[in-house]
């Protein structure tokens, strides 16, 4: 089992920055691919960006790319997403997840464990 803990979550203008973070226990970190998902209200769940296990392979949808950054240090069990140039349709709850499998973009079916989302409000 791996436990993921999100953190970072809050309220920012448009235009400005956030950092995510998500912290894991449990299993050896450094052993598995790692993602970040949102989900607005009344929306499906929708992948954010993803990075495999060393950090040499990342990967963004259009939506987010150029905006949104993933990072990992394997020896803090912790995956960031730094986000910046942030608009009011980037508002959702947050999520990241895991996986033993790297996917260049990945369903939320393809990812095994998940932390219970931080909620990232963006003001207009």
């Known amino acids: 089992q791996v436990q993921l803990v999100e953190s970072g979550g809050g309220l920012v203008q448009a235009g400005g920055s956030l950092r995510l973070s998500c912290a894991a226990s449990?299993?050896?970190?450094?052993?598995?691919?790692m993602g970040w998902f949102r989900q607005a209200p009344e929306k499906e769940r929708e992948f954010v960006a993803t990075i495999n296990w060393s950090g040499g392979r990342t990967y963004y949808p259009d939506s987010v790319k150029g905006r949104f950054i993933i990072s990992r240090d394997n020896a803090k069990n912790t995956v960031y997403l730094q986000m910046n140039s942030l608009k009011p349709e980037d508002t959702a709850v947050y999520y990241c997840?895991?996986?033993?499998?790297?996917?260049?973009?990945?369903?939320?079916?393809?990812?095994?464990?998940w932390g219970k989302g931080t909620l990232v409000t963006v003001s207009s």
């Open positions: 449990g299993r050896t970190f450094s052993n598995y691919a």
């Open positions: 997840a895991a996986d033993t499998k790297f996917t260049y973009h990945p369903r939320p079916g393809d990812m095994n464990y």
